[in-house]
């Protein structure tokens, strides 16, 4: 594994865009002991419902607590420790309500504890406001500073979401084989009994199956996580 990936911050929108974007990646990082964190800038839950109902609020917590023990719980199946996992309480599909700057100090700060090699974030045209909103954040957060240890960032795609945004494709140019990484994967996927589903669906196991067989085909390998390089230094 190159240098690059020896400490590795991921930023994510919501709880289960890490392990569907590059749960292959952190399983193998942590293979080979390398220094990972993930943090994640919204809930991820809020938006499903009214939020002007006052009486939902003690059930969308409820929904919210749940989602991020499933966070844990994936992110432990793939080798990774709760101490490494940072949550949000920014309300989900609504990181346009906060100031830009707040979210990139947000970033910037587990930059300056964490000082990673690598940065892995969303897609920049991604369907999904946060996602995009958490892109735009990131960068200002990696531009070239004499502290700055970030020699490579990375864009991942999020099923359900990249692929919806027929006029800005996404178009990967760095791929990693995830042949031995896929099984744990798909059983991180597992935990987030809410959200991924075993049927033919967008987010099925089936669906991230076949999208790493199809970046695998892509790449000479036979299961792959398909990137789009941002920065390399």
Same mark, same amino acid.
């Given at each position: 594994?190159?240098?690059?990936?020896?400490?590795? *911050?991921?930023?994510?929108?919501?709880?289960?865009?890490?392990?569907?974007?590059?749960?292959?990646?952190?399983?193998?990082?942590?293979?080979?002991?390398?220094?990972?964190?993930?943090?994640? #800038?919204?809930?991820?839950?809020?938006?499903?419902?009214? *939020?002007?109902?006052?009486?939902?609020?003690? &059930?969308?917590?409820?929904?919210?607590?749940?989602?991020?023990?499933?966070?844990?719980?994936?992110?432990?199946? *793939?080798?990774?420790?709760?101490?490494?996992?940072?949550?949000?309480?920014?309300?989900?599909?609504? *990181?346009?309500?906060?100031? &830009?700057?707040?979210?990139?100090?947000?970033?910037? &700060?587990?930059?300056?504890?964490?000082?990673?090699?690598?940065?892995?974030?969303?897609?920049?045209?991604?369907?999904?406001?946060?996602?995009?909103?958490?892109?735009?954040?990131?960068?200002?957060?990696?531009?070239?500073?004499?502290?700055?240890?970030?020699?490579?960032?990375?864009?991942?795609?999020?099923?359900?979401?990249?692929?919806?945004?027929?006029?800005?494709?996404?178009?990967?140019?760095?791929?990693?084989?995830?042949?031995?990484?896929?099984?744990?994967?798909?059983?991180?996927? #597992?935990?987030?009994?809410?959200?991924?589903?075993?049927?033919?669906?967008?987010?099925?196991?089936?669906?991230?199956?076949?999208?790493?067989?199809?970046?695998?085909?892509?790449?000479?390998?036979?299961?792959?996580?398909?990137?789009?390089?941002?920065?390399?230094?």
């Amino acid at each position: 594994m190159r240098n690059d990936f020896n400490r590795v *911050l991921i930023i994510a929108a919501h709880p289960d865009d890490d392990i569907l974007g590059c749960g292959g990646l952190i399983n193998k990082l942590k293979k080979q002991n390398k220094e990972v964190r993930v943090a994640f #800038m919204a809930e991820g839950i809020s938006s499903r419902y009214d *939020l002007n109902k006052s009486d939902k609020s003690e &059930l969308i917590q409820k929904e919210i607590n749940h989602r991020e023990s499933c966070a844990i719980e994936a992110l432990k199946t *793939l080798g990774l420790s709760s101490d490494n996992i940072f949550f949000s309480k920014r309300k989900c599909c609504q *990181l346009d309500i906060y100031p &830009l700057l707040e979210i990139t100090k947000n970033i910037e &700060l587990h930059i300056e504890d964490f000082s990673p090699t690598c940065l892995i974030t969303h897609f920049e045209q991604d369907t999904n406001i946060d996602h995009r909103l958490t892109y735009q954040a990131s960068l200002p957060a990696i531009r070239p500073t004499k502290s700055i240890s970030i020699k490579l960032v990375l864009s991942f795609e999020i099923l359900s979401s990249t692929e919806w945004n027929y006029s800005e494709q996404f178009r990967p140019n760095f791929f990693l084989d995830i042949n031995e990484e896929l099984e744990n994967k798909l059983n991180a996927c #597992m935990k987030y009994d809410k959200e991924i589903s075993k049927e033919n669906d967008k987010r099925s196991i089936e669906a991230i199956k076949t999208l790493a067989r199809f970046r695998g085909l892509q790449s000479g390998h036979y299961y792959s996580e398909a990137f789009k390089l941002i920065v390399k230094r």
